[in-house]
């Protein structure tokens, strides 16, 4: 499927589906783009309007910084442009972080959210350790030769999921971003996001892999302050979109269904 880029000016936006579909906006993680979402994207716009954006720092976007306020900034212009207002939200890792924020923000523009690969929260302990990771992320991927290595594992990665030879290439050639997996790092650490989730009153949903044992330590939390339930994709690890791309997006149409069969 090619995605549509006509309807708005945005830089580095995917457009698909009908558009009196239900919006969802798919909110990518560190070091990958938009295109991560292409198995969701092909499989979703049957139904709904799928709209992704490209994260500062990241393929379009490439030549920008990431930080938390231009990010959400630009959220919000895609919502408004792209998806009329409001949408469903769904944001794997730091794209997770994003719309947790955007949605205390803005929760009249937030038909619901699922936060994927978020659960932990970068306060106290888990400050220092987002400080720390990050720190020796940008410091290691300050070698060209340390950078050019994460990203052609990131590429194998990708090669061996069971992907699309079309879906395979199409995430590649957007590009992988090594350098931008430390930069968020200190732009989050000390940030209260449970709490930015506790303040949305509308449906959530935490998905996480099994095997990503970090985010599956504050699951519980994370989602009993929001009222939030919880799916745990298994069998995989952080990220679960890619690595069970049909199952992850049952889930994803499983619960923007329901919000319709609630309202």
């Known amino acids: 499927m090619t995605p549509s880029t006509a309807e708005t000016e945005i830089r580095g936006l995917d457009v698909a589906g009908p558009e009196d579909g239900r919006p969802i906006v798919f909110v990518h993680g560190a070091m990958f783009t938009r295109k991560m979402w292409a198995p969701q994207r092909d499989?979703?716009?049957?139904?709904?309007?799928?709209?992704?954006?490209?994260?500062?720092?990241?393929?379009?976007?490439?030549?920008?910084?990431?930080?938390?306020?231009?990010?959400?900034?630009?959220?919000?212009?895609?919502?408004?442009?792209?998806?009329?207002?409001?949408?469903?939200?769904?944001?794997?890792?730091?794209?997770?972080?994003?719309?947790?924020?955007?949605?205390?923000?803005?929760?009249?523009?937030?038909?619901?959210?699922?936060?994927?690969?978020?659960?932990?929260?970068?306060?106290?302990?888990?400050?220092?350790?987002?400080?720390?990771?990050?720190?020796?992320?940008?410091?290691?991927?300050?070698?060209?030769?340390?950078?050019?290595?994460?990203?052609?594992?990131?590429?194998?990665?990708?090669?061996?999921?069971?992907?699309?030879?079309?879906?395979?290439?199409?995430?590649?050639?957007?590009?992988?971003?090594?350098?931008?997996?430390?930069?968020?790092?200190?732009?989050?650490?000390?940030?209260?996001?449970?709490?930015?989730l506790a303040s949305f009153a509308g449906p959530a949903l935490i998905v996480n892999g099994e095997r990503d044992l970090m985010m599956r330590g504050g699951e519980d939390e994370h989602a009993s302050v929001g009222g939030a339930d919880v799916e745990i994709i298994e069998g995989v690890g952080h990220i679960c979109n890619l690595h069970r791309p049909e199952r992850f997006t049952e889930v994803v149409r499983e619960f923007v269904r329901g919000l319709d069969d609630d309202g």
């Open 43 to 196: 499989a979703l716009a049957d139904e709904f309007r799928v709209i992704a954006p490209d994260l500062p720092g990241h393929g379009e976007r490439a030549g920008e910084s990431f930080d938390l306020e231009p990010a959400i900034d630009l959220l919000d212009e895609v919502v408004d442009s792209a998806a009329g207002g409001r949408a469903v939200l769904v944001g794997l890792s730091l794209g997770g972080y994003v719309i947790a924020e955007y949605a205390n923000r803005f929760p009249e523009k937030v038909d619901g959210l699922v936060v994927v690969g978020s659960s932990a929260n970068p306060v106290r302990g888990m400050n220092l350790l987002t400080r720390i990771t990050g720190g020796l992320a940008r410091l290691a991927t300050r070698s060209d030769l340390v950078e050019r290595g994460v990203r052609r594992a990131g590429e194998r990665w990708v090669r061996n999921r069971d992907l699309s030879g079309e879906t395979e290439a199409e995430i590649i050639e957007s590009g992988i971003y090594p350098r931008e997996f430390g930069t968020p790092g200190p732009d989050l650490a000390g940030r209260n996001f449970r709490a930015a």
